[in-house]
């Protein structure tokens, strides 16, 4: 059987975190803007000790390599130029270098800014670009920020050249709605595969389907006569595997696996995610013994290899629509591996299944948070495993957040433990369905090209999104209402507000309906920011009385239900004023409480926006 090596993603070490706070003024102006550009690639970038060469206009070589002290970086600049500090794991190529001479298959990846206009001819930019090719490793990375010609252009260019596209989009320095293309620049992310291997997924055939694998039920509210469609899904099981090596913790993921409901809107399929099973009415087995088959069967993790499981987590993933829940188990292996292997094929039912590979927690957090990931069920478990080691996730990759402090005012306030004892209730019966549903089903067919355009495999795979008539987008957005204050002793504190209701799906899984949920949001079709900003402080002030004194994303935007929805997930954190928080509708705790119980929350919206928010505001270990 094919063995190949992990490959263990490039960990920012901890002597690394410390060289770049020691000289904060110097170094993490520059940290936080290169994160802010080049953090979402760390689902894409190669291994420790691998070595990563970069063509940028700004100079961004020692800062990556003071970032990712694992990798060597060599930057294409006059050798004389290197600064003074510039860390040992950096150095100055030549620009007259020829590349066309390099030795074949010796580098992992190629990060190029501006670069592609810079040739002579439309000849020796292929030429260059030829060069760059043979000299990657397979599964080897390039990765380009340009503005020359078109991004159509550059996929196809890249595509023929046997590059699967891992991402392709306008380059931007915000995140989820708040995004904002820099003028005609793109970003490209191209992995080298074989001739044979496929680089993209197409959807053709869409029609309209009644569902078999997507079942649901419709519900009533009592009282309010609301009808609610509940999607009946069948649970997940997610494994996370993690090791320790030289200080640094990493966990296993799956990377390039393809999800071919999210290719379009410059998502190529491929993404990285847990690894995970479906579990179905029969899988009655214990929690361990499915993480133990699924590393075995799907991460090349034999039993013998596996140290200690710990009890499993659950949470729903999309409470508001769906039964289905994220069972997590946490699993630690040994650490002598160092780690990449192919995920075993007909697991996805296309012609790869992407491979399994070791990623630092605090690159993978990076990678989920800025969008590299488009799965962001891991989010809650990184943390975790943050805090048992007492490490920080590093500086924040997002927009940063100023909140202003406000008089004190007395707030609906709510221990965890007191939302935990709320007597259950049911509020919620079966009913008819109404006669327009708000989701409808099709099936569509997803077929998977090579580089040539031959056809390598087809799958057909049902999917919901909202229903035509009711003029909705796919866009949800999820807030975390927050508001900053003095407590009695004089010392501020930072409040969030919960929404405590009554959800059918929740009853259907676990007989009682009661959840604490964040705030959330349908947007309608076709509306601009400023209009989807007005229409959702109109929303807040009808249904939670709070009023906005304005809105930060919490980085990026991702999937929650990838394998069956449309629906792309805004988190947002969103500061009201004391006056309306204190007549609010909304439930309002610590924030640092709501991080420190997560995992109690069993919306994973939730536990989403309680990590991101503790880490924008700075409520988590820095160093």
């Known amino acids: 059987p094919l063995f190949l090596r992990w490959v263990v993603s490039p960990p920012m070490s901890e002597q690394g975190r410390r060289e770049i706070f020691s000289r904060r003024e110097k170094y993490e102006g520059k940290a936080r803007e290169v994160i802010q550009r080049l953090g979402w690639t760390v689902a894409h970038v190669p291994a420790a000790g691998a070595t990563m060469v970069c063509r940028t206009q700004d100079g961004d070589g020692p800062a990556l390599a003071h970032l990712f002290p694992g990798n060597n970086i060599l930057e294409v600049r006059t050798p004389g130029e290197k600064g003074e500090g510039s860390p040992p794991n950096y150095a100055a190529i030549d620009p007259d270098y020829e590349w066309k001479s390099m030795p074949p298959s010796w580098i992992d990846a190629f990060y190029l800014v501006g670069q592609l206009g810079a040739f002579e001819s439309g000849a020796v930019r292929q030429e260059e670009l030829d060069s760059y090719q043979r000299a990657l490793r397979d599964h080897g990375k390039i990765i380009i920020q340009d503005s020359f010609g ?63 694998f997507l079942q649901t039920k419709w519900f009533i509210e009592e009282g309010t006569g609301e009808h609610q469609q509940v999607l009946v899904s069948p649970d997940a099981h997610d494994t996370v595997a993690h090791f320790s090596h030289l200080g640094t913790r990493y966990v296993v993921v799956k990377s390039g696996y393809p999800r071919p409901m999210l290719a379009h809107d410059g998502v190529s399929g491929y993404v990285m995610e847990p690894v995970s099973a479906i579990l179905n009415d029969s899988n009655d087995a214990s929690p361990d013994t499915v993480s133990r088959t699924i590393l075995e069967k799907r991460a090349h993790v034999p039993s013998g290899d596996i140290l200690s499981i710990e009890p499993a987590s659950q949470v729903f993933s999309l409470p508001r629509d769906d039964t289905e829940t994220v069972r997590t188990q946490l699993v630690e292996i040994t650490s002598d591996r160092g780690i990449e292997e192919e995920v075993r094929e007909g697991y996805s039912h296309l012609s790869t299944s992407g491979t399994v590979r070791a990623i630092s927690v605090q690159e993978a957090l990076n990678a989920s948070v800025m969008g590299g990931a488009w799965s962001a069920r891991l989010e809650p478990t990184l943390f975790s495993l943050l805090e048992r080691d007492d490490r920080s996730p590093g500086v924040w990759p997002g927009a940063a957040v100023s909140l202003a402090v406000q008089e004190r005012l007395p707030l609906n306030t709510v221990s965890v433990d007191r939302l935990l004892s709320l007597a259950p209730e049911q509020h919620f019966r079966e009913c008819d369905p109404p006669e327009i549903p708000f989701r409808e089903f099709a099936i569509s067919d997803f077929i998977e090209r090579n580089s040539e355009g031959d056809e390598l495999a087809r799958v057909s795979l049902e999917s919901a999104f909202p229903h035509h008539s009711l003029h909705m987008s796919p866009k949800r957005v999820a807030w975390l209402p927050v508001v900053r204050m003095k407590n009695g002793d004089g010392k501020e504190e930072l409040y969030v507000g919960v929404e405590v209701r009554h959800l059918g ?21 076709g509306l601009s920011l400023e209009e989807e900003n007005t229409y959702l402080k109109k929303k807040a002030a009808i249904d939670f009385e709070i009023d906005v004194i304005q809105q930060v994303p919490l980085g990026a935007q991702y999937a929650p239900r990838p394998n069956a929805l449309r629906d792309v997930l805004y988190p947002e954190l969103v500061e009201v004023t004391v006056e309306s928080a204190s007549r609010s ?3 309002w705790m610590p924030l640092d409480e709501l991080f420190e119980r997560r995992k109690d929350m069993l919306d994973l919206q939730l536990q989403i926006l309680a990590g991101r ?8 270990r820095r160093v």
Not at 199 to 204: S, Y
Not at 505 to 525: D, H, I, M, R, W
């Open 150 to 212: 078109t991004l159509e252009e550059r996929v196809e260019e890249f595509r023929s050249r046997g590059f699967r596209i891992l991402y392709a989009g306008p380059a931007h320095h915000s995140y989820g709605r708040f995004a904002e293309s820099e003028s005609g620049e793109y970003v490209l992310v191209g992995e080298k595969v074989a001739r044979e291997s496929g680089v993209t997924i197409e959807e053709t055939n869409r029609r309209s389907v009644e569902p078999k």
């Open 613 to 620: 928010a503790s880490w924008a505001l700075g409520r988590l």
């Open 585 to 587: 509708s909304l439930h």
């Open 505 to 525: 799906p929740v009853q259907e899984k676990t007989g009682n309906s009661l959840l604490a949920t964040a705030p959330f949001f349908l947007l309608p079709k």
